[in-house]
């Protein structure tokens, strides 16, 4: 019990000190990047409203995350 406290602790510390090595300019990119893939999903919320269908509107969620996020569905994956 004592070693698993320990390795939490570690753990935490180490997660702390991570965040806190971001500077300010990477902090603003990272806000950047996360509402530029914000605005892809809303694209493609819409596309999916407009009854584009799923194929459609998962092409253009790819092209629109160009460079944002890692994976075919921009970040985001989905249970189905």
């Known amino acids: 019990?004592?070693?698993s406290f320990l390795f939490l602790f570690a753990a935490a510390?180490?997660?702390t000190a991570a965040l806190a090595?971001?500077?300010d300019q990477e902090v603003k990119?990272?806000?950047a990047r996360h509402r530029a893939?914000?605005?892809a999903h809303e694209g493609a919320a819409r596309c999916l409203e407009a009854g584009k269908?799923?194929?459609v509107c998962m092409q253009e969620l790819s092209v629109a995350c160009k460079g944002?996020?890692?994976g075919k569905y921009c970040g985001m994956?989905?249970?189905h």
């Open 68 to 70: 944002l996020a890692l």
């Open 29 to 31: 990119e990272d806000i």
């Open 13 to 15: 510390a180490l997660s």
């Open 53 to 55: 269908g799923e194929k």
């Open 21 to 23: 090595q971001h500077s």
């Open 77 to 79: 994956r989905h249970a």
């Open 1 to 3: 019990m004592k070693k």
């Open 37 to 39: 893939m914000a605005a």
